[in-house]
Each structure stands twice: as C-alpha cells, then as structure tokens.
C-alpha cells in the first residue's frame, strides 16, 4: 500500500542508455533488481544501483516497510539538460557534440494490486465500435 520514491537529477548519462537498465529491473522484487545492476557491466547500472539502495533505505527508515515484501513499482529515465560543445574539424568547419544528461526516478511499493498487468502483444484494446480491423 506504501510507495517510496528516490530521485537523482542531472546524472551525464543519456536518458537513452539509462532506459535500457530501467527496464531490465521494472516490476521485479527488490533482491532481483539488486542481483541484476551488481552483475551488469555498464556505467548506469552503478548509478541505479546507489538510487536502489536508496530507495530501500527511504522505505525501511522512513515508512518501516519490509524488504522482503518491497518490488520496483517503477524505474524512469527522463531526459535532463543537454550541453552543446563544439569538436573542430577540417577547412575550419565545426560538429556539434552534445553531451546528454538525465534525470532517474526509482518507485518502490509493497503493495501486489499496484503491479502493473501485462497485455498480450496481440491483445488490441477496442476503443469505440465503429472502428473497423480491430479484434475483440
């Protein structure tokens, strides 16, 4: 029934590559998500991993919620500033580097209703009747 939320603005990391290891530990126990971000090999997975720890700290210290109990409600990558800079190229042009940051947002509930339903690939949700190729 609780949440729990933790937040790191301003990380130089693209909300891109962020998004990949969000979604390796969305809706997973808490011990899943940790065994997952300490084996991957990347830069995010570091960063995810203390906004994690941190997210349980909030939970068990703030709300005392059990840990066992505890599943990732929600992991988000947003995108943050981006900071241009220019590289020097040949005959006196230039290209523009632009070096992307984001913004992560880690959720924790111990409530089982708040899981999101998976929908089958072919499951359409049919929004009025008069909407033709759709399947019921």
């Not at 029934?1 to 590559?17: D, E, N, P, Y």
């Not at 700290?57 to 995108?79: C, I, R, S």
């Not at 981006?82 to 992560?104: D, F, M, V, W, Y």
Request: proline content about 1%; glycine content about 6%.
């Amino acid at each position: 029934m609780a949440k729990t939320v933790a937040q790191q603005f301003g990380i130089h990391l693209s909300s891109r590559k962020a998004g990949l290891i969000c979604d390796l530990i969305r809706s997973k126990t808490v011990d899943q998500a940790l065994t997952i971000l300490t084996t991957l090999d990347k830069k995010g997975a570091a960063i995810l991993l203390k906004l994690l720890k941190s997210a349980i700290a909030n939970a068990t210290h703030n709300q005392a919620l059990d840990v066992g109990k505890l599943y990732v409600l929600n992991a988000l990558a947003n995108q943050g500033k981006t900071i241009k800079r220019t590289l020097p190229r040949a005959k006196g042009s230039a290209n523009l580097l632009r070096k992307r940051h984001c913004h992560l947002i880690i959720t924790l509930s111990d409530d089982i209703n708040d899981k999101p339903k998976k929908l089958n690939k072919h499951t359409i949700i049919k929004k009025n009747d008069n909407m033709e190729g759709v399947k019921k």
